[in-house]
């Protein structure tokens, strides 16, 4: 069975730090081409945040370049997004994405909420 589990989400004042956690089936990201974290806030599509490719290449979208790092546990099978200096604006669900082929859909976790207010 395919599961990625997120954690780490909650209540932040802005200008603080979370760290989201990912937990991947272990068949699923032994296979990853591309592990993600997307994020969509109400009213808005849902965005790329930061990927990170089995090569090691990663892409950051704009808003959150030199705030936010994506990286991976192997050994935990997990993936991780460490938000920083964060921002009202960084408020959203955000979900985890792993994809194993270049050409298939991916597997979507079920969302953590950030919320970002004083």
């Known amino acids: 069975q395919v599961q990625l589990v997120e954690s780490g989400g909650g209540l932040v004042q802005p200008g603080g730090s979370l760290r989201l956690s990912c937990v991947v089936s272990?068949?699923?990201?032994?296979?990853?081409?591309?592990v993600g974290w997307y994020r969509q806030a109400p009213g808005k599509q849902r965005e790329s945040v930061a990927t990170a490719t089995s090569g090691g290449t990663t892409k950051y979208a704009d808003s959150v370049k030199g705030r936010f790092t994506i990286s991976r546990d192997s050994a935990k099978n997990t993936v991780y997004l460490q938000m920083n200096s964060l921002k009202p604006e960084d408020a959203a669900v955000y979900y985890c994405?792993?994809?194993?082929?270049?050409?298939?859909?991916?597997?979507w976790g079920q969302g953590t909420q950030v919320t970002v207010s004083s």
């Open positions: 994405y792993v994809a194993t082929t270049w050409t298939s859909p991916g597997y």
């Open positions: 272990g068949s699923i990201f032994s296979r990853n081409v591309l």
